[in-house]
Nanobody, 116 residues
Framework: QVQLQESGPGLVKPSQTLSLTCTVS??????????WSWIRQPPGKGLEWMGA???????FYSPSLKSRTSISRDTSKNQFTLQLSSVTPEDTAVYYC????????WGQGTQVTVSS
C-alpha cells in the first residue's frame, strides 16, 4: 500500500517561498513509469494541478505556475519537494501530493496560508 504524507509550514508570509515535502512509503518514487504530482485546492475552488516529477527525475509544470514552481526529489529519502516562490494570499490553499497518472494515491493534504 502506497502512502503519501505532506509536510511543511502552515503559514508563509507574502513574497516568500513556500516549501513542502511529500514523503512516500510503500513504493519507490523511481519506479517506472509513475510520476509524482503536486495539486492544490484554494478555498471555495476546485483542484489545480501544479506540476510533477517523473520516475526519471524530469519535471513538468502547469504553464500558469511554471515561472514560480520548482519540484525536486531526494531518492535516498523517497521524498519529493515543492517550492513556490513569490507567494501571495491567492496561493492560500490545501496542498496535496499524489501519484500519477492514475492519481490512485494521495496524501491527506496540508493547509498553507499566505498572510503577513
Amino acid at each position: 500500500q502506497v502512502q503519501l504524507q505532506e509536510s511543511g509550514p502552515g503559514l508563509v508570509k507574502p513574497s516568500q517561498t513556500l516549501s513542502l515535502t511529500c514523503t512516500v512509503s510503500g513504493g519507490s518514487i523511481t519506479t517506472n513509469y509513475y510520476y509524482w504530482s503536486w495539486i492544490r485546492q484554494p478555498p471555495g475552488k476546485g483542484l489545480e494541478w501544479m506540476g510533477a516529477i517523473r520516475y526519471s527525475g524530469s519535471t513538468f509544470y502547469s504553464p500558469s505556475l511554471k515561472s514560480r514552481t520548482s519540484i525536486s526529489r531526494d531518492t535516498s529519502k523517497n521524498q519529493f519537494t515543492l517550492q513556490l516562490s513569490s507567494v501571495t494570499p491567492e496561493d492560500t490553499a490545501v496542498y496535496y501530493c499524489a501519484r500519477g497518472s492514475a492519481y490512485d494515491y494521495w496524501g491527506q493534504g496540508t493547509q498553507v496560508t499566505v498572510s503577513s
